[in-house]
């Protein structure tokens, strides 16, 4: 878990009785390669921190079509911001995945309890917020190639990790498509 508290302390600083609560609150755990952490519909109210592995949030289109949003590897943190509603997407284990999970309650004890402690989450929001925005800007306005290009440079380490469906899928093309231009950039 000490992944977890160096990334927090990126943000803030914290003494050891504080780590000391904040450790005490975590709960790790698995999700094998395709089980889904959450699912359209459900609730979702954890704050959740990823130690190994990679998850994607997609959704279905009008089509039926998989629309793959967001991927989210290691040492990131994600909640839901819309708290007590039902997710409209599913959150699936794109590889197997160890997580660190904070409750509702226990996230909610650490906010009353760490003095700053909203001021350090918040910095971590918003940093991830302008990785997102940052990693989706491109698929709106350029072409495929530029699309898939930006991806390599956005996630350089996730590439091969990820089969070519969901990378497709992110990118809002075909697989077809994908593969030629992987072809033609080599």
């Known amino acids: 878990m000490k992944e977890l508290i160096e990334h927090i302390l990126q943000f803030g600083n914290l003494n050891k009785q504080q780590i000391e609560l904040i450790l005490n609150k975590a709960t790790e755990t698995e999700l094998r390669k395709d ?3 959450a699912e359209a519909g459900s609730t979702f109210n954890q704050v959740v921190f990823i130690l190994e592995g990679i998850l994607r949030i ?3 289109n ?3 079509d998989e ?3 967001y991927f989210i590897d290691e040492n990131h943190l994600f909640s839901n911001p819309y708290k007590d509603e039902p997710l409209t997407e599913y959150i699936q284990a794109v590889t197997d ?3 660190i999970i904070f409750s509702k309650k226990d ?3 650490l906010s009353d309890t760490i003095i700053d402690w909203d001021k350090i989450v918040h910095k971590i929001f918003q940093k991830g917020m302008r990785e997102k925005l940052d990693r989706r800007s491109s698929l709106v306005s350029e072409d495929a190639t530029t699309r898939y290009l930006e991806f ?9 990790r990820i089969p070519l469906s969901y ?4 990118l809002g093309i075909t697989q077809q498509s994908l593969s030629r231009i992987r072809k033609n950039i080599r």
């Open 35 to 37: 089980d889904y952490f």
């Open 58 to 60: 997609y959704y279905y």
């Open 62 to 64: 009008k089509k039926g």
């Open 67 to 69: 629309i793959t949003k």
């Open 97 to 99: 995945c160890k997580l």
């Open 107 to 109: 996230w909610d004890e």
């Open 152 to 160: 390599l440079e956005n996630y350089p380490n996730l590439t091969n």
């Open 167 to 170: 990378i497709a899928s992110y």
